[in-house]
């Protein structure tokens, strides 16, 4: 896949926190905002999120290295979407 936008990824991470939900029986998201918090939100804990960037490596055929990433805004949606659609281009 190429040319893979920022809007893939949002797409790619709802859709996979919305599976997380209905796994534990939830009501699924319907907007997420670039400030939601995956961690804080209690949909993933850390391993989901290992679960997440894998599941994303492998969806766009691309590896995921989050070093380079601000720590603090990893769990946020917006930053990371933005972050994850960089590296796969």
């Known amino acids: ?10 797409m790619f991470l709802t859709d996979f926190l919305n599976r997380k939900l209905k796994e534990q029986q939830r009501e699924s998201l319907r907007d ?3 400030d939601y918090d995956i961690f804080l939100s209690g949909i993933i804990d850390s391993l989901s999120f290992a679960e997440l960037i894998t599941a994303a490596s492998d969806h766009f055929g691309h590896e995921v290295d989050l070093r380079g990433m601000d720590a603090e805004k990893i769990t946020l949606v917006g930053p990371l979407c933005t972050y994850m659609s960089e590296q796969f281009n």
């Not at 896949?1 to 949002?10: F, G, L, P």
């Open 32 to 34: 997420v905002g670039d």
């Open 1 to 10: 896949m190429s040319n893979i936008t920022r809007d893939d990824v949002y």
